[in-house]
């Protein structure tokens, strides 16, 4: 960490692009539930996989999106610019330049679909392949400056990793991590409203339609809430089709319950400042259950497989 | 004539930025050394790994 501020302060200086600079073109961040959600799909995956290539597998995941989030950078940083979020990333505060944001995306891109068909089969590299070109050009460069439905449809790129991973072990893409891919897909409106909720200031004068900035307050939280219903049904599919256990059954409808209440209570506040602090609440939450409800998944599906629970 | 700014950009950089300059290359050039590395062992571990047994089984 110090050595990332540390880098930072000197390529500030000097107006060259440091280490730091190229690891937050990363977006380590949002790479960290990306990775474990497709370390999920490696896991209870079926079959068997040698433990380096999951290790590729899973580290090919977290280039892939680190890539598709340089690309990202690349194309936002005009909107960035103007963002209190986004201002200090390294394009828009002029330490680097867009073409090797750009650069760096492309070769970590087309680097980690390579290494890993090479590594696993051609069904997990094309998968990656089509999330990346699904976040880069559908998400970013065509729905998200156009449509307040961008982060529903464009919410599918960060749904893919776990079946990226599942595909890494089976070479297929089955009903199984379908479901899973469908739970992040739900999942991501709900997410992504609550923060346009408090930062819609920063996305209005950006010019970009979230929700809250097109259809109002009101309309969006109704719509979160119908969301979050949404998807705490849909993760009782794995229970529902007998590919889920007792464990993952009772997480799911705690954290789905919890998931309910705070949106319903967010529907129900009126008041500007409290509303924006249960927006910040369920966004909070909202990363927690998502780990909470994979993590859940496969903690039972390795009780299950090891024979503890059958 | 020449703006002000323009005269300004000419001027040598201060040994302290020139400094500062050197270690951010520096640095960067040794995180591409390791970024390279990485690449060079997974490659050649990668390999081993997909001859498996296989690697060990050649007629004497």
Redesign the interface.
């Known amino acids: 960490m110090a050595l990332i501020d540390d880098s930072r302060n000197l390529s500030g200086m000097t107006g060259e692009a440091g280490v730091g600079d190229y690891l937050a073109l990363l977006k380590p961040s949002v790479m960290q539930l990306v990775v474990f959600v497709g370390l999920v799909g490696v896991v209870v995956a079926p079959g068997t996989i040698n433990p380096f290539i999951a290790i590729i597998a899973v580290a090919c995941i977290a280039i892939g999106a680190g890539g598709s989030a340089a690309l990202n950078m690349w194309y936002d940083s005009d909107i960035d610019a103007i963002m209190s979020r986004t201002q200090n990333r390294p394009i828009p505060s002029g330490r680097m330049s867009r073409e090797e944001a750009l650069v760096f995306g492309m070769v970590l891109s087309g680097f980690s679909v390579a290494l890993l068909g090479l590594a696993t089969n051609w069904v997990a590299g094309g998968l990656l392949a089509f999330t990346i070109f699904f976040y880069v050009v559908i998400y970013t460069m065509w729905l998200k400056r156009r449509t307040p439905q961008n982060i529903v449809i464009g919410g599918a790129a960060g749904a893919f990793p776990p079946m990226v991973g599942w595909a890494a072990v089976t070479g297929t893409v089955s009903f199984e991590s379908v479901v899973l891919f469908l739970i992040i897909f739900l999942w991501t409106p709900p997410h992504f409203w609550a923060l346009a909720l408090y930062k819609q200031s920063d996305y209005g004068a950006a010019g970009v339609p979230m929700m809250p900035n097109v259809v109002g307050d009101n309309s969006t939280k109704l719509q979160i809430f119908v969301y979050t219903l949404i998807l705490a049904a849909s993760a009782m599919l794995p229970t529902f089709f007998g590919f889920a256990g007792a464990i993952y059954t009772t997480v799911a409808l705690i954290t789905g319950f919890c998931f309910s209440f705070l949106a319903w209570r967010l529907l129900k506040t009126r008041e500007d400042v409290a509303m924006r602090r249960a927006a910040r609440t369920l966004f909070n939450y909202s990363l927690s259950y998502l780990f909470i409800v994979f993590f859940a998944f496969m903690t039972d599906n390795l009780l299950t497989r090891f024979g503890t629970f059958s | 004539m020449s703006s002000p700014n323009e005269i300004r950009a000419v001027e040598p950089e201060s040994p ?2 020139a400094e ?2 050197k ?3 520096r ?2 050039s040794i ?1 591409l050394a390791i970024a390279l590395a990485l690449f060079a062992v ?1 490659f050649y ?2 390999t081993i ?2 001859m498996g047994p296989a690697l060990f089984d050649r007629a004497m």
Do not use: E, F, I, N
């Open positions: 302290q930025v500062a300059r270690r951010v290359r640095r960067r995180a997974t571990t990668l790994v997909k």
